[in-house]
């Protein structure tokens, strides 16, 4: 089965073509107008969680742009809603712990980066931030403690900025520290377009650099469901069935009611030649999707047979 189409949306609803198109050519205003079309009218739930996550991006991506041309109120009313669309993407908790601390809201954006390491508690940007935070507030050693531990746990945070930071920290001037701390950011740290690039891989039937770049998204955003479900289908375009299982029970965990999720374990369970467990997990599907095109295709085909 090829799964390219129903991981895309593509030819399902035309809002949300029209979203990823736009999102693609980076038009984020007029892909989240597409993309909220998509969310109130498709009648696919698999189709509107994935609206809904772009929702979520679209908002991030303004609020990231406005943020960087000093727009903070602006920024802060993007971000907001951002992260209640989807309060379980860290990426979202620590750009708005950023934007909060540029309003000088420190308590506000404390809560948001301890969020987003509660959400992921291996976020090494979201380490640094909490140490920046902790120096602004005088807590020098415990602060740098924190920003060094970000660093451990993402080399792609070795930068001009930690070398020139770490120095000057060691040299014991710490206001110039706490200024290169500020600008530390992943190399190639923005999920939605590591998302993008699998996506094109994906496109040209490049399975395994898709798997390697939404392994890479996974370690930032462990709870982002659908990119477990996309990271399970990738395997299971190589063959590695056992892991996508993985990657499927990964992505129930993180949302219980994922219908395409069940679907999709059923798939690989049948392809097992673990009838019983097939069926357990389409019957699931439909429990929450009830005319999920897979789940209810697959036990249509066993009452036939």
Partial sequence: MAFVSKWFGFGQDAAFDDGVRAFEKRSFREALDHFRSSVSGSADRAVKDRAKSYVA??????ARDQYAGRQFEDAYGLIREATDVRPEFADLW?????????????????F?????????????????????????????????RSVQEGVKMDDRLVSKNWIEGERAFRNGDFLTALS????????GSDIHDLITQADGFAKKGNWSAAVAILESVI?????????????????????????????????????????EAYALMGVVARRQNDEETAMSCFRKAMEFDPHHPIASQEVLYRRKY
Avoid at 57 to 62: A, K, P
């Fill in 219 to 259: 370690e930032a955003a462990p709870t982002y469901a659908d990119v477990r479900v996309r990271h399970g289908q990738a395997l299971m375009e190589l063959g590695d069935l056992d892991r996508a299982n993985q990657a499927f029970q990964h992505a129930v965990a993180a949302n219980p009611e994922f219908a």
């Fill in 94 to 110: 620590l750009l708005r712990s950023r934007i909060e601390k540029a309003l000088g809201k420190r308590d506000e954006a404390r």
């Fill in 57 to 62: 991006g679209c908002l991030g991506r303004l």
């Fill in 112 to 144: 948001s980066v301890e969020t987003a390491l509660k959400v992921n508690p291996k976020y090494g940007a979201a380490l640094v931030m909490r140490g920046v935070l902790l120096m602004n507030e005088g807590e020098t050693q415990i602060g740098f």
């Fill in 180 to 187: 290169e701390f500020e600008e530390m950011e992943p190399r």
